[in-house]
């Protein structure tokens, strides 16, 4: 059954892609079949098999044989009779008379801790029970509300009251599961979950933390979030019990993938099996850096193209990935980010970061970049837009904007209220970083004011607004959340904020200490109304398809913007936009320290959401023509 999850998957790569790549280790209790691919210049390649994943002496080496294969590339195989279950190996490449040291290959589906050595086994005797019955839950993009979490930020903290501290069991917990149902998310993005290398699997007793962000293994789970990372098939099992329980509460899993660089490039596995085959160069020979972390990988590249095609399969035939989050999309190419979409189901989400961080070794308009999201359907990217129009500029934790009533922010507010797609209320030339309506469709534009990067919202308030008292603090925060959740663009919300979560003033916290990025529990009882406001938010919107049309049709035919002022965006969702119950609603939003008359049209209207309320069923009513938004805070108000 596994070999034909592989063989489909071999299958849809040569449709998609021309060519055909297959698994590096075939395993059967009578042989084990070892494959890998490298280039011309390959002078011999030994496979090395190990009783152990870390230490000890290789037990066996032998040569393998050698085949040309198209582009000038060799072909190694090897075929090693009997039952190596358990069994770990490497391949070591020489090429130039020297060895470019062991290397579990590029797709390694098992290894053992730190991830330097691959492991046999066969993926069947990793499914947990009932796995066969798993399914991915049905939400519409247009419907996803994002949340996004780092597995020990999550259940660190003994607050948490959950049992497994810092691992992939926590989410299988019915505390947790609950809190992400009571706080309405349908989609939960974990930060990288691959196997990375910042943490030590050998030493898991003393606490260590890393977002994750530097990739060794691509297509195996991450052992630091496993309870046993030695025993390879424990870290496999416990992910899919994770990806199980969530989908059970119909909780979407979407992985934060990290193909655009690697830890490092000598020691990467691209580089010990086709050197410099994987990775950019400028013009001088150097490497690019459009990463930020020391390389770029090249995905135009047919090989790199089809890895990064079959790794992104992968994780959803063998562990029902709903979805991915593409770390720095704007480094890969827009073919690639197009062969993968066409490459997968439909129903997976993805989207992710349209920018670098750093110059690339390929013109931008070859680039995922969020200004060519238009050349991209069924992808989305990141609103820097909105983001920074309500919390602030990038370049300075310091600096304010909408929330800290700086003027002028506005325009990039409804640009990101109305998902990116062309409005003929939004005018482009005033809004912030984009010249032109990237997103096609509203499902394209991922709305939010905090991620993993950067200040979370409480701390980012504390530091641009000087002298903010706790109540304003509070009221900024529901505001700015509205904005996001009442957006036409996909909804997505960092870990904790329901929490009023904040990391001391950590800007950058990736190795931060679990003090700065735990998520402190108690903070659940200590402002409840966060959470209610929260979760009454994310339940409004899901209630009601006028905040989510899907289309960008539906938005310029539903969406009208009310007349703006300094500190205030307001806008109606008009005649049961996307068959809404309710014929019209006003949403608006002030951030001003007093109360802001608008003009809205004549009669009575209900109240769903004032100051730190919400309630669907009405707060009372309101007449119209003019109605007055309290300060710091949202107001939302309909007809039936
Ligand atoms: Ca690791």
Redesign the pocket.
């Known amino acids: 059954m596994k070999t034909s999850r592989l063989l489909g998957l071999a299958v849809a790569a040569m449709i998609s892609l021309g060519a055909m790549a297959s698994p590096e280790m075939t395993y059967t209790p009578q042989a084990t079949t070892f494959k890998v691919v490298t280039l011309g210049a390959a002078q011999g390649v030994t496979l090395r098999l190990y009783d152990q994943g870390t230490g000890g002496k290789a037990r066996k080496s032998l040569k393998m044989t050698a085949k040309p294969i198209a582009d000038g590339n060799l072909e190694w195989t090897a075929t090693v009779t009997g039952n190596l279950k358990g069994k770990f190996y490497t391949f070591d490449v020489r090429q130039g008379s020297k060895s470019l040291g062991e290397t579990p290959g590029i797709w390694a589906t098992a290894?053992g801790?730190?991830?330097q050595r691959a492991a046999v086994l066969d993926l069947a005797d990793t499914d947990p029970e009932g796995w066969r019955n798993d399914r991915r839950p049905a939400v519409a993009a247009k419907d996803l509300v994002l949340y996004e979490l780092h597995h020990r930020d999550f259940s660190i903290d003994p607050s948490s009251g959950l049992q497994h501290k810092g691992k992939y069991l926590a989410l299988t917990e019915p505390r947790a599961i609950e809190h992400l149902k009571a706080l309405g998310v349908n989609a939960v993005h974990i930060l990288p979950s691959f196997?990375?290398?910042?943490?030590?699997?050998t030493r898991l007793a003393q606490p260590q933390y890393n977002w994750?962000y530097d990739p060794?293994?691509y297509n195996v789970p991450?052992?630091?979030y496993s309870t046993d990372?030695y025993t390879p098939a424990t870290r496999i099992r416990e992910f899919k019990q994770m990806v199980q329980a969530l989908h059970a509460a119909g909780i979407k899993v979407i992985l934060d993938v990290v193909y655009n660089h690697t830890f490092n490039i000598d020691g990467s596995n691209f580089q010990r099996t086709m050197p410099d085959y994987f990775f950019r160069r400028n013009a001088d020979g150097s490497y690019s850096n459009g990463s930020g972390c020391g390389n770029e990988t090249a995905s135009e590249r047919p090989l790199m193209r089809q890895f990064m095609v079959e790794s992104a399969r992968y994780w959803v035939d063998e562990y029902h990935i709903d979805g991915f989050r593409f770390d720095l999309m704007g480094v890969h190419d827009i073919a690639t980010m197009n062969a993968i979409r066409s490459a997968l189901p439909h129903d997976i989400f993805i989207y992710g970061e349209g920018w670098a961080a750093g110059g690339c070794a390929l013109p931008n308009d070859q680039l995922g970049m969020k200004a060519n999201i238009d050349r991209m359907p069924g992808i989305a990217a990141f609103s820097d837009d909105i983001r920074d129009a309500l919390r602030g500029p990038w370049d300075g934790d310091d600096k304010a904007a909408f929330l800290g009533r700086v003027k002028g922010n506005e325009e990039s507010i409804k640009f990101g209220i109305a998902g990116g797609v062309s409005h003929p209320q939004v005018d482009i030339a005033k809004v912030n970083y984009s010249n032109h309506f990237w997103a096609t469709q509203p499902t394209q534009l991922i709305s939010y004011v905090s991620c993993h990067d950067d200040m979370c919202l409480v701390d980012r308030l504390k530091a641009s607004i000087p002298g903010i008292t706790l109540d304003e603090l509070i009221r900024l925060d529901l505001l700015a959340q509205t904005a996001v959740m009442t957006s036409q663009g996909v909804p997505f919300m960092l870990s904790g904020e329901e929490m009023l979560r904040t990391k001391l003033g950590v800007h950058n916290s990736y190795n931060s200490p679990d003090s700065i990025n735990h998520l402190d529990w108690t903070n659940l009882e200590r402002y409840p109304q966060v959470m209610e406001y929260y979760s009454r938010l994310i339940a409004l919107r899901k209630h009601h398809p006028a905040f989510h049309l899907g289309d960008a049709d539906l938005v310029r035919r539903h969406l009208e913007f009310l007349p703006t002022s300094d500190g205030l965006v307001a806008f109606r969702l008009k005649d049961h936009a996307g068959g809404d119950s309710w014929a019209d609603i006003v949403v608006a939003l002030n951030a001003n320290r007093e109360p802001r008359a608008i003009a809205v049209p004549e009669g009575q209207w209900k109240v769903a959401c004032r100051r730190l309320a919400i309630d669907e069923r009405g707060l009372g009513t309101l007449d119209g023509p003019t109605v007055t938004v309290p300060a710091q805070s949202a107001l939302i108000i309909y007809k039936n």
């Open positions: 290894v801790a730190n991830g196997d990375y290398a910042s943490v030590d699997e994750g060794v293994n991450e052992g630091g990372p």
